[in-house]
């Protein structure tokens, strides 16, 4: 047990991670059998066909779910690194355990939309969860990840494009009603994906342009400790030097940092964006 861990270790798994991904299963396994099944609505990627099995044959979703997403864990083991695949395996796991779980009250209501919008803004929380700490739950979050990679399209669109390819047999045994209503979760849950990832755990990067710079920075430095760049540039038509600065910060914290500028200097230029990726350097210290 001592020699696993200490694998896990090397892998630079931490505990957070760990509970992350599982608290993510959880949801999502919850979701598909309180909700999606009991509405009879489809679903999308390895979760799809395991859908499918379980209306068509009765055959028991834990199993094929497992047994699919086996075979795709092993692509995923060659396209991704080592971390990522171990917390699916994880993430696979726990999900398995918990679609085993029996549904002590079964959902129903003649409002099927209220079940659709539901289940795809918890599926969409479940999966941003899972993937906020670098896992997947195979199907078609690795399809996702992988158009991620190589087109820049997001996880959540790049999920659903793969997704609508499932949906389509589901006309044949849910009926066409409920196989739109399909779409429209698998669309919720897309959004709700790309919404969480977008806002927990964001970053934002700060750039102020004024002539107060130096006392901005020391306030800034005093009341938030956040660590920032100083820029040297010149302005084009007055051809007078400008300084800069320049910060990475969390959402959070740019609530904080902006009324500190403008109490400073009322008309500083502050421009914020959002950033996709940060690396590099002491992350944590400076968030």
Do not use: C
Not at 89 to 117: R, S
Request: hydrophobic share 50%.
């Amino acid at each position: 047990m001592n020699s696993i861990w200490k694998y896990w270790q090397r892998l630079n798994i931490k505990s957070t991670e760990l509970i992350g991904v599982a608290v993510g299963a959880f949801i999502y396994s919850m979701t598909y059998n309180y909700l999606l099944l009991p509405s009879h609505l489809g679903e999308g990627g390895a979760m799809g066909i395991t859908a499918l099995l379980y209306y068509a044959f009765g055959v028991p979703s834990y199993l094929s779910n497992l047994l699919i997403n086996a075979v795709l864990i092993v692509v995923g083991y060659k396209l991704f690194e080592k971390k990522t695949t171990y917390l699916t395996i994880w993430a696979i796991a726990w999900m398995t355990v918990f679609l085993k779980i029996p549904v002590f009250y079964t959902y129903h209501t003649h409002e099927l939309i209220v079940p659709t919008l539901l289940a795809g803004a918890l599926t969409g929380i479940s999966i941003g969860l899972i993937f906020r700490y670098n896992g997947t739950i195979a199907g078609d979050t690795i399809i996702g990840k992988i158009l991620n990679y190589f087109f820049g399209i997001s996880i959540g669109t790049g999920s659903l494009v793969f997704d609508l390819f499932i949906v389509i047999p589901f006309t044949m045994i849910i009926g066409f009603t409920n196989t739109v209503l399909t779409v429209i979760y698998l669309y919720v849950y897309s959004v709700f994906t790309n919404q969480f990832l977008a806002n927990i755990g964001a970053k934002k990067a700060v750039l102020v342009v004024s002539p107060k710079y130096r006392q901005i920075a020391v306030t800034i430095s005093k009341e938030l400790n956040q660590e920032m760049t100083i820029f040297n540039g010149t302005g084009y038509y007055s051809d007078a030097d400008q300084h800069m600065l320049y910060m990475i910060a969390s959402p959070r914290r740019v609530t904080r940092l902006v009324p500190i500028i403008e109490r400073e200097d009322k008309n500083a230029l502050i421009v914020v964006e959002n950033i996709r990726s940060a690396r590099g350097l002491d992350m944590r210290r400076i968030l």
